[in-house]
């Protein structure tokens, strides 16, 4: 039995890459920008809106591959206007829970397909600590 895994979802890779790779009880969850991987759009309009996309997708990951938000040990969000900073923290402060993941976020130029967000992410399944 291999320890690496890859998790696909239809429409949720926009280039050569997987969307998530479980290696043991580690989930490596590649960068999500707001793709509605039901119709292949990109959610374009408010911040709000599209960091809502992303941390959806994000949820559709963990769950696919078995895991659940409280799973979550580190975040990285990327931000193409760092204004937006409070308006991402608040949708993300619906998804995660207190212990919070540990968590990054940068500016950055340009991101694929024009979003405005992505954010990649790690969760570690833990027996020992229940999972939300």
Excluded at 65 to 87: E, H, M, P, R
């Amino acid at each position: 039995m291999s320890l690496r895994q890859v998790i696909t979802i239809e429409n949720a890779a926009v280039g050569p890459y997987s969307p998530g790779v479980q290696v043991g009880d580690t989930l490596y969850i590649s960068g999500q920008i707001p793709l509605d991987f039901d119709t292949g759009s990109l959610v374009t309009g408010p911040i709000a809106d599209q960091a809502a996309q992303a941390l959806d997708n994000i949820g559709r990951v963990l769950s696919r591959a078995g895991f659940a938000w409280g799973d979550l040990v580190k975040c990285t969000i990327l931000l193409t206007d760092i204004n937006d900073f409070a308006a991402v923290n608040e949708v993300y402060a619906r998804y995660v829970q207190q212990p919070y993941p540990a968590r990054a976020a940068y500016a950055v130029a340009a991101l694929p397909k024009g979003a405005g967000i992505e954010i990649e992410a790690i969760a570690i399944r833990d027996a020992a600590a229940p999972s939300a």
